[in-house]
């Protein structure tokens, strides 16, 4: 079974900073999927970056990128130029690449970030 | 709006009482599924339906039932609620491996 760990249950960063938040996963499949979801305090999960495993490039979605590591099964999320609205906790998950598997997710226990001015 | 709703929003049950959580997509997605969300534990999944007429159980499924109505409909069954059942709830569906969530269903059980 693969497992998602986040190590870092809460972080802070200043406005305009720049912060880092870590996963580390554990799998025996070679192609998979991996995501960061942010939850803010309206409980909705949103989207924000996604990376498959067979892409040595890393993803970019505006002030967000990952620095994936497959060797290390490292996938962690960078935020530039953080804002106020970027408070909130943030997951990383899992999904195999299989068929079969029904895109089920296999989340970490999550980071909280806060944004302080 | 095109999304995935969850009825209700939040609710109280007393342990032993019964209750169905409600969800429903309007995105013709086959897959659909239920996870609950706990302090410190991430989000877990409970049961999934990868198409209409299937179901099989998650991470963690014990004290749970689900049907799968129709390609639209995903409902999750609490037969004798105990408070370990205390939980946010989030019903979500997949196309392609992309998840689209519900905005959760708080439970409590006192």
């Known amino acids: 079974a693969q497992t998602v760990t986040q190590s870092q249950p809460e972080m802070s960063v200043q406005e305009a900073e720049t912060v880092t938040l870590s996963c580390t996963y554990d799998t025996s499949e070679s192609d998979y999927y991996l995501f960061w979801y942010k939850q803010p305090p309206s409980r909705q999960m949103i989207l924000v970056i996604r990376?498959?495993?067979?892409?040595?490039q890393n993803a970019t979605e505006n002030r967000f990128s990952v620095n994936f590591q497959k060797a290390a099964k490292s996938f962690s999320l960078k935020i530039s130029d953080s804002q106020l609205g970027d408070a909130a906790m943030y997951f990383c998950?899992?999904?195999?690449?299989?068929?079969?598997?029904?895109?089920?997710?296999?989340f970490g226990t999550g980071t909280r970030l806060q944004v302080t001015l | 709006n095109a999304g995935v709703t969850q009825t209700p929003k939040f609710q109280v049950l007393k342990t032993g009482q019964s209750m169905t959580l409600q969800c429903a997509q309007d995105m013709n997605h086959n897959s659909m599924y239920w996870y609950r969300q706990d302090p410190g534990m991430g989000l877990r999944l409970i049961y999934y339906s990868a198409s209409e007429g299937t179901t099989d159980k998650g991470e963690v499924p014990n004290g749970y039932n689900v049907s799968r109505l129709n390609k639209r409909e995903f409902s999750l069954r609490l037969e004798s609620a105990a408070p370990s059942q205390t939980s946010v709830y989030f019903c979500a569906s997949s196309y392609r491996g992309f998840h689209t969530f519900g905005s959760g269903t708080r439970l409590t059980v006192v």
């Open positions: 998950a899992y999904r195999s690449a299989f068929a079969g598997t029904a895109s089920k997710l296999t």
């Open positions: 990376q498959e495993a067979y892409k040595q």
